[in-house]
DNA sequence: GATATATGTGTAC
DNA sequence: TACACCTATATCG
């Protein structure tokens, strides 16, 4: 689940179902009681995402609840009363109100920053493709200047925030771009290319609240079959398609390990610099 | 029941 | 590069 246009999805949910009104805070499981105790009972004001980082603010606290989803975190929504039982006691941050309820459930992090930790953690995030003020020379700057293979780039959230595994091989193989080129050796109509797509997929991704790839026009037909419905619920062209045959060309799409994630992409569609 | 796996990140060696 | 961490779900025996 959790991929930049997740936790964007996030943010307006917990305004549309909080915003401008006091909300009852509460850590079933204990991890975040003093962070609850301190917010319960305030108005949610403020829900703002920053790539895969999710910002709550309360009355008129300056200091903002972070939330990062990690690999395994999760939030469900419900409307009326949060269900008790076995489940309830891994709920790490619970926000009820007369709209409803979120439980938090299993994330990286849940603390309250304050000014000065918002700073820093905002300061070492790249620019995210889904916000408006986002500035993808920023990126470029550190792109164009580096060493490292564009896979390894796009999942470094200090130089974009947002993407993850699945956007990083989708966007790459929708680019036509070896996951293996050095960022110095993008062009910048390359770069671009990658940017734009990001924005398109990603907020594409918030609305359906899925990733889902489709061909790109410049590319050739697909070969009639779908692209697979992967686990993650959409459809894509290579992630985890190991081994299977590419749907624009044929080409079994390659996989390996790089800097401790699954890379996956197609040898016959994905060219060189 | 045990084990493997996952869309992520931070720290230590 | 390895591992630690957080949780749920799928798959295997």
């Known amino acids: 689940m959790p991929e930049g246009h997740t936790i964007h999805r996030l943010a307006a949910e917990h305004l549309r179902m909080f915003g401008g ?37 309360f009355g ?71 916000r408006a003020d986002a500035d993808p020379e920023e990126a470029w700057r550190r792109v164009r200047r580096s060493r490292l293979p564009i ?19 989708e966007v790459l193989f929708r680019q036509g771009i070896s996951p293996e080129v050095q960022g110095r050796a993008l062009s910048a109509e390359q770069w671009r290319g990658i940017w734009d797509d990001l924005v398109v997929l990603m907020a594409a991704g918030v609305r359906s609240g899925r990733i889902d790839t489709v061909r790109p026009e410049h590319m050739p037909e697909a070969m009639g079959r779908p692209p697979r419905v992967d686990d993650h619920g959409g459809e894509v062209y290579v992630y985890r398609r190991a081994g299977l045959a590419c749907h624009v060309c044929g080409t ?18 994905q060219r060189a610099g």
């Open 252 to 269: 079994p799409v390659r996989a390996r390990e790089l800097m401790g994630r699954n890379l996956f992409w197609c040898p016959g569609c």
């Open 21 to 57: 009104r006091s909300v009852r805070a509460c850590s079933p499981q204990g991890r975040f009681a003093l962070g609850a105790a301190r917010v319960d009972g305030r108005p949610l004001v403020v829900a703002e995402a920053f790539g895969k980082h999710l910002l709550l603010g």
């Open 60 to 130: 008129d606290e300056e200091s903002r609840v972070h939330v990062h989803l990690g690999l395994f975190g999760k939030y469900s929504f419900g409307t009326g009363v949060p269900p008790a039982g076995v489940s309830a006691e891994s709920v790490r941050l619970r926000l009820e109100g007369e709209g409803g309820f979120a439980d938090l459930r299993g994330p990286a992090a849940c603390e309250v920053l304050e000014p000065g930790g918002v700073k820093r953690l905002l300061d070492r995030l790249g620019p995210d493709p889904l």
């Open 151 to 169: 896979a390894a780039l796009l999942l470094d959230q200090s130089v974009v925030a947002g993407p993850g595994n699945i956007y990083r091989a």
